[in-house]
């Protein structure tokens, strides 16, 4: 056990989640609800006397805090309605609830640094589905803390993370502050107490949750397919992932094609940007068969969508925008920001969603220490963001292929 526990302390995030479940394995029967790794526990008259998470057991809100990961349908605007275990109903959002607990007594002025917060939503099709939720700060001890909850129903169904859904409660901040779509990554997201700086001092007074939305879907029925890239803007150079700098415009790409033998009529098109990108306005322009160098698009792309009109099987249409980086004092973050767009196309017979990534690092002030620009896994639908057993990240979506060269020299005519 000593072993694992110190595995857990000297390895990157995702391999220690992956060893601190096989920890909790052992400690842990199976029948209780999972979370790791184990660790020294305090009580609300006996607290801790240096930086550590969510130990208190019997924490007069939530109860043993280790359990600290819970779910309600979104509908539920009523304080309680918590719970570990959910049965979804498609259509239907959910809120993912993490308690986040400095638990070192007030008088010692100990602040945790770097404290992030960051989920593991599966991208799998199954009848009961995990979240783990992991809470993280440079000086903690032990660093990373875990606990999960469960999504279930008697038929398959999967899950897709809302964009700019996730926020953080907290005293200073009752009605939440906006937090990073990073959170569904191995990035996290930044926490703190009066800003999301990652500094969290220990006492109640400093805790507070952090929440974020998830959808339950039916598996995907439609027969079509749906591809979402990122460019240079100008330069037709098409990939899932791309490196920007703040204030700079890239282009989006989106592909449709479908591949069912019937017809599919009023096909839409819509696209959600994350924080930190804005709409270039009169950018969108969509292409089809009988306009092969396309033509201008309605600005509904972010809003409502585009309705492109019906396709027969093999037919398709590309659309491509514009949107800008934000200035580097308006990104979300401190360091590297993961800014994650989502494609959605949606016929009679379902919808798709598929991702692209900008990522850009926002400079920080002298004295704070910013994390690594990572260039990481896309989420939706359609691509996995990191695995359940495993939480490794997944391999970005390879590129939609064949692509047209009309598509490639559009911005060169």
């Known amino acids: 056990m000593n072993t694992l526990l110190h595995m857990v302390r000297n390895t990157s995030w995702r391999l220690k989640a992956l060893v601190a479940m096989a920890a909790a394995a052992v400690i842990v029967p199976a029948a209780v609800m999972a979370w790791g790794p184990d660790r020294p526990t305090y009580d609300i008259n006996h607290v801790a006397d240096h930086i550590t998470f969510n130990s208190i057991t019997d924490n007069p809100n939530v109860g043993d805090e280790r359990n600290f990961v819970t779910i309600k349908d979104a509908s539920n605007t009523s304080a309680g309605g918590w719970e570990d275990d959910v049965t979804v109903e498609p259509g239907h959002e959910y809120l993912v609830r993490l308690y986040v607990h400095n638990n070192a007594a007030s008088n010692l002025n100990l602040v945790a640094q770097n404290t992030r917060v960051m989920a593991n939503l599966p991208n799998t099709t199954d009848k009961r589905i995990p979240v783990e939720g992991f809470v993280t700060a440079d000086n903690a001890s032990p660093q990373q803390i875990w606990d999960q909850a469960y999504f279930n129903s008697d038929q398959d169904f999967n899950l897709t993370y809302v964009p700019g859904s996730a926020a953080m409660f907290n005293k200073v901040f ?18 703190g107490y009066n800003a999301m700086d990652g500094n969290l001092p220990g006492c109640f007074n400093y805790a507070g949750y952090v929440t974020f939305k998830v959808k339950a879907n039916l598996p995907e029925s439609a027969n079509f397919k749906l591809t979402k890239e990122v460019s240079k803007h100008g330069a037709n150079d098409w990939k899932k992932s791309y490196n920007a700098q703040p204030g700079e415009t890239v282009d989006y790409l989106i592909e449709y094609k479908n591949t069912d033998s019937a017809q599919q009529d009023d096909v839409v098109i819509k696209d959600t940007l994350p924080a930190g990108m804005s709409y270039v306005p009169g950018s969108t322009k ?128």
Do not use: M
């Open 174 to 191: 009752p009605n939440g502050t906006q937090l990073s779509d990073g959170i569904v990554t191995s990035a996290g997201a930044l926490v």
């Open 286 to 413: 969509y292409g089809t068969s009988a306009h092969p160098d396309g033509v201008k698009a309605s600005d509904n792309i972010t809003g409502q969508g585009i309705n492109i009109g019906s396709y027969a099987q093999n037919g398709g249409t590309w659309v491509i925008f514009s949107a800008t980086v934000a200035n580097n004092d308006q990104l979300p973050a401190c360091g590297g920001n993961t800014l994650i767009n989502v494609a959605r196309a949606e016929t009679d017979f379902g919808y798709k969603e598929d991702t692209a990534n900008v990522v850009v690092n926002k400079f920080c002030q002298p004295g704070q220490t910013p994390p690594p620009v990572v260039e990481l896994p896309t989420t939706g639908t359609t691509s996995n963001i990191l695995t359940f057993v495993g939480l490794g990240v997944a391999t970005a979506a390879a590129a939609y292929a064949a692509r047209s060269e009309r598509v490639r020299k559009l911005f060169r005519g």
